[in-house]
Structures are given as structure tokens and as C-alpha cells.
């Protein structure tokens, strides 16, 4: 089985958006990195463009990978940041 690895950017409407986003983000990534099978799971406020945020997520196999997915989609990270435009590449899927 391959690791799954999703690198890209979520990418916030304005500055409001983004600093709720900074607020949910810690919850958000203490549940990731407690998940079964999260190798890795970043999140980093880009200094340049504070709307902007990088994300890195290193998950053991697709099956941990797609559990993360449900999970999150259900979260209040999830509901939140549903509507918000991600530019992410996914791989070993």
C-alpha cells in the first residue's frame, strides 16, 4: 500500500474568513494528527498572503486517507470550511 499525500493551499475570500479559519484550526489539526493512520498533518498561515494557507497531509494508506476525509467533512472544520476554494494535489490515491 502507498502513502497518500495531499500538498496545496485552502484559499480564503478575505481576511475575516481567514482569521476564523486560524480559530478552528487547532482543534482541527489536534483530531487529524490523533487519527489512525495520519503520518503527518500541517497547516501553515502564509506570510505573504494571510488569506492563504499551506497544507501538507501525510496519510499510511488510501483507507486512512478516506477516513480522514469523512470525518472532517462531518467536523465543525468541516461545516465551516466547506465553501472555501482548495487547491490540492493528491497523491498515491
Do not use: K, N
Amino acid at each position: 500500500m502507498s502513502q497518500v499525500v495531499l500538498t496545496g493551499f485552502l484559499r480564503c475570500r478575505t481576511l475575516e474568513e481567514a482569521d476564523r479559519v486560524s480559530l478552528l484550526l487547532p482543534e482541527h489539526v489536534r483530531l487529524t494528527r490523533a487519527e489512525a493512520g495520519c503520518l503527518s498533518f500541517e497547516v501553515f498561515r502564509s506570510m505573504a498572503d494571510p488569506a492563504c494557507f499551506a497544507v501538507r497531509e501525510v496519510f499510511r494508506d488510501r483507507a486512512a486517507f478516506e477516513a480522514h476525509q469523512r470525518r472532517a467533512a462531518g467536523s465543525v472544520w468541516g461545516r465551516a470550511t466547506r465553501g472555501i476554494p482548495r487547491d490540492y494535489r493528491i497523491s498515491g490515491v
